[in-house]
């Protein structure tokens, strides 16, 4: 590719659109264009980089035995209501209407769809295992599409579904996927580290994500060094020590007192009544599916919604109302608890198993009781974990203090079971011929996300560095002169001929600029390797190579193409 020939549009300022770097330099180095909110042009050098994540992903797919699809983005809505996910996903699913009015969604993911193809196309346990896979354009209603391909309304994913006759079987093609995934990410240049994620309402532990550690990732990952432990703190548990005892005679029962004025855990913390957060326990009213439930947490602890989540069995629940709370026990929040108090079930989250000495609202504004041993007083429904964990807390492997690291989510493993085979129909017939829902499985990488991660974790001051796997173009030949004739020119013209016909990818940027206006392009679009040729260095017989994130070398006209080729080797072990 000749630099005149293409649309490389770079930007020297920084567009105020974009807060995050790898924002930033996807529009600086003109690979992306914006359209409106969420919507992205891919220009030619940004499709080529994501070409190359599609390409990689599709090999590690095929190599792991994943056979190609390409199913519809558009979808008829009577699957989403079979799977009951028109009502569950509605937040995130666009609608859209034909001319006779009726209404079609567009996907935002594929289970509906593969598994009503699999439904009518697979019967036999001999017709599995089974995986397919596609690289399509997905589209969701975020709230907040944000940070460019980060969180887009519409982007490309590659997703795929795994059947199989057993749960075992299930775990064999999560795993081979699991492992495709560490070969994708790697081939990428991209560090992405495994986690624990949420099974959500599923349950069961065959869930992980897929984490590029980043500050501006929208993920919170907990971690230790020393046993390995990673999980999403939407996950992530820790071993808590007790509290100590409270030193309170076992006789003392509850005993009401006035706290005016006082509404939060911090004010009760101070005088005149110093209760420290640790002996107060929280209480939260949640309204689930129409009923209220309350959620107690130890005062120093925060709640965590998705474990919540998984608790409940649904995640259709919101915070309760102050009128609603009001009614349903006689007191605004700030002032509730749960002693003595049964109209509603009362969810305990397990580091306040056995505390005693704690003080909790009394459900009557500013007061509160003391005493409560929570045993005895509180009639718990169900012991949950229901806590955020905090950094500095023990590993739950090896006790060692968590880390906590903020992440971006590039994919997600995820054993599904038979919740989609079953609503669906994708029923097959065992080896005794009996008729059973498939063990699914599915598996999504966000590849524009990952192209975009793979700029947040690999840039400088100058712009992107990328690796030769997923680099536009890997070399950008730069003669100084271009002028019709000038031997640089004529060099270049050569070194391209060649380098192209080994497979290189290269661009020869044969614009009449100045030599920083040039090297300033090259870097910020982060070619891995460019090659200045110049007038004074061409009079000692010599080209300079210019590893993107290394030295400067000067090498022999003569020896140039090895010496690149050599660079891409080492570049892409
Ligand atoms: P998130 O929590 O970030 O919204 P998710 O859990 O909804 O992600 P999945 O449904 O597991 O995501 O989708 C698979 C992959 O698709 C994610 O790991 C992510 O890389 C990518 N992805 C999801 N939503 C978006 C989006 N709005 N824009 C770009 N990529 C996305
Ligand atoms: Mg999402």
Known sequence: ??????????????????????????????????????LYIFLP??????????????????????????????????????????????????????HAKKEWVLGPTHEEVITTLVAGEISSHRQVPRNFY??????????????GLMRAKEFIMKDAYSFDA???????????????????????????????????????????????PAETGENEVAYCDHSDYAANVEKAISQLPALPASGEEASLTPEKFATPGVATIESLAK???????????????????????????????????????????????RPAEPAEILEAMGAHPGSLGAVQFDKLPVYADVA?????????????????????????????????????????????????????????????????GIKYSQALNAMFLDENGKKTPLVMGCYGIGVTRTMQAIIEQSHDKDGIIWPVS???????????????????????????????????????????????????????????????IGEKSLAKGEVEIKPRAGALLAVKTADAVAKVMELIAAGKS
């Open 352 to 416: 306040l198993r056995g505390v005693t000495g704690m003080t909790t609202g009394a459900n009557q504004d500013g007061f509160h009781y003391r005493h409560v041993a929570i045993e005895r007083d509180i009639k718990v429904t169900r012991w949950v974990e229901i806590r955020t964990v905090k950094a500095g807390e023990a590993c739950p492997r090896c006790g060692h203090p968590l880390k906590i690291q903020r992440a971006i989510e590039v994919g997600h493993v995820f054993k599904l």
């Open 166 to 212: 057993t749960d075992e079987a299930a775990q064999a093609s999560y795993q081979k996927m699991y492992e495709a995934y560490q070969r994708i990410f790697a081939r990428c240049g991209l560090k992405a580290v495994p986690v624990e994620a949420d099974t959500g309402v599923m349950g069961g532990k065959f869930s992980h994500e897929f984490m590029v």
């Open 1 to 38: 590719m000749r630099w005149t020939h293409a649309l490389i549009p770079t930007l020297r300022e920084t567009p105020a659109e974009a807060e995050i770097i790898s924002h930033q330099l996807l529009l600086r180095a003109g690979l992306i264009r914006k359209l409106t909110g969420g």
């Open 134 to 147: 596609q690289i399509q354009t997905k589209f969701r209603d975020e709230i907040r599409p944000r940070f």
């Open 271 to 317: 005088a005149p009544y110093s209760v420290a957060p640790e002996r107060q326990i929280k209480t939260l009213v949640y309204l689930v599916e129409g009923k209220l439930v309350l959620a107690l947490l130890r005062g120093d602890h925060q709640l965590n919604e998705t474990k919540l989540a998984a608790v409940l069995g649904t995640a259709t629940f």
């Open 470 to 532: 997923t680099a536009p173009y890997t070399v950008c030949l730069t003669p100084l002169n271009v002028a019709g004739a000038s031997p640089t020119l004529k060099l270049a013209e050569q070194l391209y001929q060649e380098l192209t016909a080994k497979g290189v990818d290269v661009i020869l940027d044969d614009r009449d600029e100045r030599p920083g206006v040039k090297f300033k392009d090259s870097e910020l679009i982060g070619f891995p390797i460019r090659i200045g």
């Open 45 to 98: 050098l940004g499709l080529r980089a994501l070409r190359k994540v599609e390409q990689i992903v599709r090999e590690e797919m095929d190599r792991a035995g994943a056979l190609e699809v390409l199913m519809p983005a558009l979808q008829p809505p009577e699957i989403w209501k079979q799977s009951g996910r028109y009502e569950t996903a509605q937040d995130v699913l666009f609608k859209v209407a034909d």
